[in-house]
């Protein structure tokens, strides 16, 4: 369960900092969790979303998890991510029009936002630059990988 707002205050934590992205934000909240960064997950497959917030999770980040466009836009606004993950394929809103409607927010216009999909890669590449996207990582995602892939989206930020 996502921290309410408020609850996050900035936290120098050494043992964090060794593998933090560099432009990583440290937040704890009352029970005394730390975290490198908010992430924004909007998948609506449960066993996707689910096996990206654990993975996601384990790797010290603090995970919010939506189901549909509409709501991954409210959310955005509301909780400001640090990265934001979209699945293309939701059911209410596709995948280019919820990409644009986030980055018309200013200030989210920066935050990266990545596409998660079971395209082919060269398609996944070249619709993922076309929709807007900071890039992209392929479904079903590797476990192993995957936290790297999103340290790099994570450094990027300006």
Not at 109 to 120: L, S
């Amino acid at each position: 369960m996502a921290a309410a707002a408020g609850q996050w205050d900035e936290v120098p934590n050494p043992a964090i900092f060794s593998f933090a992205p560099n432009h990583a934000i440290l937040r704890q909240n009352r029970w005394g969790y730390t975290a490198i960064a908010k992430i924004l997950v909007v998948e609506d497959n449960k066993q996707n979303a689910l096996l990206m917030k654990r993975v996601l999770e384990v790797n010290n980040h603090e995970v919010i998890h939506v189901s549909d466009g509409e709501s991954g836009l409210t959310t955005a606004i509301e909780e400001q991510p640090d990265l934001i993950l979209v699945d293309l394929g939701l059911p209410d809103i596709d995948g280019q029009t919820l990409v644009a409607l986030i980055k018309r927010v200013d200030e989210l216009k920066d935050v990266p936002t990545v596409a998660v999909t079971a395209w082919p890669e060269d398609t996944a590449r070249e619709m993922a630059l076309a929709y807007g996207c900071d890039g992209f990582i392929s479904k079903p995602i590797n476990t192993r990988a995957f936290p790297d892939q999103i340290a790099a989206f994570l450094t990027k930020k300006p």
